[in-house]
């Protein structure tokens, strides 16, 4: 997480915002204390979309593999 003082956020805006943007969050500290955290908002996709997808394996071999082979072999 990337830190900046108030005075270097106001100075240096698009800066932090540009971090935010490509996903970082940054903390905001005032007199050594920190006031806020700028975090990226969440994408509008649902969680279920934005996982990537795993091929389904059976000992090792890809099951669309599998189902092609067998489609091959009953034609």
């Known amino acids: 997480m990337k830190q900046a003082t108030f005075s ?3 100075n240096h ?3 932090y915002f540009d971090f935010v943007e490509s996903g970082e969050s940054v903390r905001i500290v005032r007199n050594g ?3 806020a955290d700028i975090v990226p908002l969440p994408q509008d ?3 279920w979309k ?3 997808a795993q091929p ?3 000992d090792g071999v ?3 593999k599998l189902i092609l ?3 091959q072999t009953v034609s």
């Open 56 to 58: 389904l394996t059976i």
């Open 69 to 71: 082979e067998e489609r």
């Open 8 to 10: 270097e956020l106001r």
């Open 33 to 35: 204390k920190p006031i």
């Open 62 to 64: 890809s099951l669309s």
């Open 50 to 52: 934005r996982r990537v």
């Open 45 to 47: 996709l649902p969680s």
């Open 13 to 15: 805006a698009k800066q």
